[in-house]
C-alpha cells in the first residue's frame, strides 16, 4: 500500500512562493514516477509537472519558468517549488505517484492566491 501525504499549501500573494512537499511511504520510492496535479474549481484535474526515477522532468507550459519539481529519494519525497504565483495558480494541488500500471493520489493540498 501507497500513502501519499501533500504539505505546504496556503494563502499567497500575486509574485509569491510556495514550496509544496509529497511525502511518500511504501516501498521503491526511487524508481516510481512522481507527479503534481492541480485541479480548480470548475475545472478538470490537469498534470503540472511530473519527473521520472531518470530524474527527467515534464512541465505544462503554463509553469514553465516558474516551477520546479524536484525528489530526494533518500527522504522518500517529492516536492514543487512554486514561484511568481498567479492567480490563475489557485486549486487543490495533488501528488502522484505511478509504477507498472498502478497510480496513487494524494489527499490534496489547497494553493490560493489572492491579493
Known amino acids: 500500500q501507497v500513502q501519499l501525504v501533500e504539505s505546504g499549501g496556503g494563502l499567497v500573494q500575486p509574485g509569491g512562493s510556495l514550496r509544496l512537499s509529497c511525502a511518500a511511504s511504501g516501498s521503491f520510492f526511487g524508481i516510481w514516477t512522481m507527479g503534481w496535479y492541480r485541479q480548480a474549481p470548475g475545472s478538470q484535474r490537469e498534470l503540472v509537472a511530473e519527473?521520472?526515477?531518470?530524474?527527467?522532468?515534464n512541465y505544462v507550459g503554463s509553469v514553465k519558468g516558474r516551477f520546479t519539481i524536484s525528489r530526494d529519494n533518500a527522504k522518500n519525497t517529492m516536492y514543487l517549488q512554486m514561484n511568481n504565483l498567479e492567480p490563475e495558480d489557485t486549486a487543490v494541488y495533488y501528488c502522484n505517484a505511478r509504477l507498472l500500471g498502478a497510480t496513487f493520489w494524494g489527499q490534496g493540498t489547497q494553493v490560493t492566491v489572492s491579493s
Open positions: 519527473i521520472t526515477a531518470a530524474g527527467d522532468t
